[in-house]
């Protein structure tokens, strides 16, 4: 089942597996990965043990919100931190 939430100015794009009163897992693909990173068969199988499995796409991954494109060799930052980002799991969870 997929949920957007939102995070101020901000959409996460989330998908779940299982019971929402299971113990949850909160799946976060890194380098740069979507959600999709953790297939189907093993959110799947997390969730037949019990657990209810949440996976999404980080900011500018995917479905979720994206930004303007960075450049750091030209001196241009992301819009947003890595604190940004934990908040964004939080709000997930």
């Not at 949920?3 to 909160?26: H, M, R």
């Not at 303007?68 to 709000?91: F, H, N, T």
């Amino acid at each position: 089942m997929y949920k957007i939430v939102a995070n101020e100015n901000v959409n996460i794009y989330t998908e779940s597996f299982g019971t929402p009163d299971d113990i949850p897992i909160l799946l976060i693909a890194g380098a740069m990965a979507p959600s999709v990173f953790w297939n189907d068969e093993f959110c799947l199988a997390l969730s037949t043990k019990g657990y209810y499995v949440i996976r999404f796409d980080n900011r500018d991954i995917g479905r979720s919100t994206h930004f303007q494109q960075s450049d750091p060799a030209v001196g241009i930052k992301l819009p947003y931190s890595i604190e940004d980002m934990v908040r964004d799991a939080k709000v997930v969870l």
